[in-house]
């Protein structure tokens, strides 16, 4: 390919899209390239098994290098916002507080960031789900609650009209959202992109980027022909394990030592309840409430209203055989409660000698202190259930990933400046969930989409170009709803 673009950006997620966006607004020439395929809307798989093996990384079966902890990252045109449940929270004070003590950069702040979260979501629909369309694992969620006087909310989600009242099982959300309700990227900042000045190539994955002034050339295979694509700047914005990889397969380890550190995934437990009733969890409004208990926040795990297809539920209970059939013949009765911790002991992705990807992620005693202090929270709520078995969990998920090139002040102990530079390579750009300098404990994808939108304009004005701004208030339906 002989044009030379402006900006080519690597990955179409949270990050990818909202900033092919905002750069392609300003006029500029936007290449976008993407791993993973992009499917017509309407037509992401209906079953699970094909869901899981279409659109996600290693056929959702990633693993670290202990093969105890299980990673889950979408692999298609939207990235995660494709498979995920869209809960998009703004960080708290706290999470603001401790990205800029490890970060040492002060942008970040609350008036600062407001402004940014206020830009993206102008461009979303935000709703909570009313009482009368909550299933019944959120109305056992609540009564638990209240039987052990703690605290829960209602969940800000990103969806316009999910027709609840025609009694969807919505859990089909975490395979692509077919009714087009999940505010993913391709519903709300990739068809905008589309109609600028922006080239999407999916099926086309980078395998190295090759520094250079006055262009940064980009090679790869689409559907397994060899691909190049030149830019005058470059924006990784392949997640947390897909960039710091990416970087590390071109060589940018040997100069930049924090590469790949600082690991994190927010480790999810789900715990179920055998109930004497069905409970039908995979019906209706899987996830309508969070657990909204401050001392839960100080202890650095929330509790979340869950629920797994009929493969994921098999997968999160231990053992075979009989008791493994027995316990999916009560899929119907089983009530779930997911308990997440904000994860202190980083991990690091590395690189095998052949080259493969190894990710080394291990919780800390303290991290497992977390893990059972929420889990002892769940058997108590439970346990006020009068369940007639409560199911101890068997293997963690990792699904925010988080980390790998963080962002920071000094070279030794960071990947990326404040302007979201490569140290040292002025014209290559990281910009999504992998410059996280620590684990938030916040659902964080609507952060990454505030930061993308910061960094377009600190990148666009690096670039010579004028950012193109509009009011920044938050929306007041968005008042209204909440
Ligand atoms: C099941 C699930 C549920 C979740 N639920 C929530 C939730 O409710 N709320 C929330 O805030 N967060 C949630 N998350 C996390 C959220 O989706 C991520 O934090 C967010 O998508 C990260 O954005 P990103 O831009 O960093 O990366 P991604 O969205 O992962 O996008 C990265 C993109 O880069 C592509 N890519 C990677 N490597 C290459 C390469 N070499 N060449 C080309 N392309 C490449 C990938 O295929 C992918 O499309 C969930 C995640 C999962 C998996």
Known sequence: MNQLYDFAII??????????????????????????????????????????SRLFWQGGMELNHQANLLFLRGKVVGGGTVVNQCLLDRFDQIAIDNFKQH????????????????????????????????????????????????????????QNQCHNHKANDCIVCLGGCNRQSKQSMTVTFLPKALQQNVHLIDQAQVQQIIYGKPQVVVYGTKNNHPLQVRAK????????????????????????????????????????????????????????????????????????NVFGGPIATAMMKSGYGISHHQFMQRYRHLACIEVAIQDENAGQIKL????????????????????????????????????????????????????????????NQAVINENFQLFGYDNIHVVDSSIFPCAPGINPSLSVMALAHKASQVILDLAGY????????????????L
């Open 11 to 52: 990955g179409t997620g949270a990050a990818g899209s909202v900033l092919s966006y905002f750069l392609s607004q300003s006029g500029a020439s936007v290449c976008l390239l993407e791993a993973g395929k992009n499917i017509p809307a309407g037509q992401y798989p209906t079953n699970e098994l094909h869901a899981n």
């Open 352 to 411: 095998t000698r052949k080259g493969q990807l190894r990710i080394h992620k291990v919780l800390s005693d303290l991290d497992q202190q977390k893990v059972n202090a929420g889990i002892e929270q769940i058997y108590n709520i439970f346990s006020s259930l009068r369940p007639n078995v409560i199911y101890k969990p068997h293997m963690p998920i990792g699904l925010h990933l988080m980390g790998g090139c963080t962002i920071g002040i000094d070279p």
């Open 233 to 304: 700047r470059v924006i990784v914005a392949a997640g947390a394990i897909g960039s710091t990889e990416l970087l590390l397969k071109s060589g940018f380890g040997q100069s930049l030592p924090a590469l790949g550190k600082g690991f994190f995934c927010h480790p999810q437990h789900m715990v179920f309840a055998d109930m004497p009733e069905p409970v039908d969890a995979h019906k209706g409004a899987f996830q309508a409430l969070k657990s909204a208990d401050p001392r839960f926040r100080q202890q650095g795990f929330k509790l979340e």
């Open 103 to 158: 970060s040492g950069i002060s942008w970040f702040n609350s008036q600062e960031l407001n402004q940014h979260y206020c830009q993206i979501e102008q461009h979303l629909r935000l709703e909570v789900i009313p009482k009368q369309y909550w299933n019944g694992n959120a109305h056992l969620y609540a009564k638990g609650f209240e039987s052990n006087q703690l605290k829960y909310a209602p969940l800000r989600r990103g």
């Open 466 to 481: 004028q950012p193109v701004t509009t009011h920044s208030k938050q929306p007041t339906w968005l008042e209204e709803a």
